[in-house]
């Protein structure tokens, strides 16, 4: 609570707002208090979730990509050696 009565609230989604007026303030029944906990609860979830599968995602790129330049180089290879077998 600042000096001139107002109150600075951050809420449990991480926004926040530095200056409300007292008669918009009123204190949470137990009711609600456990709604809001449930809620943030699943939006936590829900984020863990997405950042497992953005990373999932990267791990399949990033596989994706290790195969290709393999593939590439033994192609490279086999084509060397047909080659030099052509010449020889």
Sequence with gaps: MHADGTCAIRYDDGDDEPVVYPQFVRRMT??????AEAEKEV?????????RRKQARVRVRVRARRRVRVR????????????KQAEA
């Excluded at 137990?30 to 709604?35: D, F, G, R, T």
């Excluded at 939006?43 to 950042?51: I, P, T, V």
């Design 72 to 83: 590439v180089r033994v192609r490279v290879r086999v084509e060397e050696a047909r080659r």
């Design 30 to 35: 137990a009711e609600e208090a456990a709604e």
């Design 43 to 51: 939006r936590e979830r829900e984020r863990r979730e997405e950042a």
